[in-house]
């Protein structure tokens, strides 16, 4: 008797496993860390005007990336987002943190 994935004129399809929320993103926080410390550095040689504003356009797009990037891999692996509660609350934030971003760099310009 054959097993059902090795009939004639079907195929099995491997399952794939689920990412695992860090699965990929050693990288990428590491780029972040550097980046950041890059920053602090290059704050260090300024003559520091404006500090609350230079920090607070530093920190919106840091901030909005990681929201971004916790609920979509929350929804990669375990379809957190859709699954457990209604998404308005996730487009609340995002476009919150979204219009952010230009409003607190041009207040360093």
Same mark, same amino acid.
């Given at each position: 008797?054959?097993?059902?994935?090795?009939?004639?004129?079907?195929?099995?399809?491997?399952?794939?496993?689920?990412?695992?929320?860090?699965?990929?993103? &050693?990288?990428?926080?590491?780029?972040? *860390? /550097?980046?950041? @410390?890059? %920053?602090?550095? #290059? !704050?260090?040689?300024?003559?520091?005007?404006?500090?609350?504003?230079? &920090?607070?356009?530093?920190?919106?797009? *840091? /901030?909005?990336? @990681?929201? %971004?990037?916790? #609920? !979509?891999?929350?929804?990669?692996?375990?379809?957190?987002?859709?699954?457990?509660?209604?998404?308005?609350?996730?487009?609340?934030?995002? @476009?919150?943190?979204?219009?952010?971003?230009?409003?607190?760099?041009?207040?360093?310009?």
């Amino acid at each position: 008797m054959q097993s059902r994935g090795a009939m004639k004129g079907t195929t099995m399809v491997p399952r794939i496993a689920r990412p695992n929320l860090w699965t990929g993103q &050693w990288l990428h926080l590491g780029c972040l *860390v /550097v980046l950041l @410390f890059l %920053v602090v550095v #290059a !704050w260090q040689s300024t003559d520091r005007e404006h500090p609350w504003a230079f &920090w607070t356009a530093v920190a919106i797009p *840091v /901030v909005d990336q @990681f929201y %971004v990037w916790l #609920a !979509w891999r929350l929804e990669l692996s375990r379809q957190a987002v859709s699954r457990h509660m209604d998404t308005r609350p996730y487009l609340w934030g995002f @476009f919150i943190l979204l219009t952010c971003r230009p409003i607190s760099a041009f207040t360093v310009a």
